[in-house]
């Protein structure tokens, strides 16, 4: 099994570019989610899924966008990219939502900068 | 509020043991998680605690006191390896999560 895979490792985009940041696992889960760590501020929830085709926002989702078509992909949308957004993305996926306590596993991140 | 409140750095040396203090404030209380970060890498489970008392797996354990908002992550025979950061995170409503600023710890040979 190949886990939580996001795609690419690294980027750089230029101010107003739009791009889409991958995310694929392979373990059947339900729950995926997105967030952005920043330094000094942790992890930041973006945008999560329960389910193919049931998207809902997190704590930082403005700027980007979700969907959900399959139970394998959550793709992650910036619009219109801003230096704000320069930050380490990552994907994760669970059995359940979180208040089931289950074991999210993180993909290897995504490196984006903004410039 | 929904707040979580970690030490941003701790150091300690091989062979010892560390206490990594978590408290939080969330509307209901869905349990309490650690994940283990080394730098540059993702995030992996350690622990989930939903009961109050101490849950033990291996090295690491891990507190929990739901009436005093409080977790610690203990950590024992520190090795070079677990030079890490330490992430808390509390679930919330509507399957969101929040998570602390992290602990990154120093272990020292």
């Known amino acids: 099994n190949a886990g939580v895979t996001q795609t690419p490792k690294f980027q750089v985009l230029k101010t107003g570019q739009s791009m889409t940041l991958q995310c694929a696992q392979d373990?059947?889960?339900?729950?995926m989610s997105w967030y952005r760590q920043d330094p000094g501020m942790g992890l930041r929830l973006i945008h999560y899924s329960v389910g193919a085709g049931i998207t809902d926002q997190g704590e930082v989702p403005n700027g980007y966008n979700v969907s959900r078509s399959t139970t394998e992909d959550f793709p992650l949308r910036l619009l219109s990219a801003a230096p704000s957004q320069t930050s380490v993305y990552f994907c994760?996926?669970?059995?359940?939502?979180?208040?089931?306590?289950?074991?999210?596993?993180f993909g290897q991140g995504t490196r984006l900068t903004v410039v | 509020g929904q707040n979580i409140d970690q030490p941003t750095e701790m150091t300690a040396t091989e062979g010892a043991i560390v206490q990594i203090n978590c408290t939080y404030q969330t509307s209901g209380f869905n349990g309490l998680f650690w994940y283990q970060q080394h730098a540059g890498e993702a995030p992996t489970f350690l622990s989930y605690n939903v009961l109050d008392g101490l849950e033990e797996k291996g090295r690491f354990s891990s507190f929990l006191s739901r009436s005093k908002g409080y977790s610690y992550l203990l950590l024992k025979e520190l090795q070079m390896k677990d030079s890490a950061s330490y992430l808390c995170a509390a679930p919330l409503r509507d399957d969101k999560i929040i998570f602390g600023k992290g602990t990154r710890l120093h272990i020292l040979p």
């Open positions: 994760a996926s669970s059995t359940a939502g979180t208040g089931y306590g289950t074991e999210a596993f």
């Open positions: 373990m059947n889960h339900e729950y």
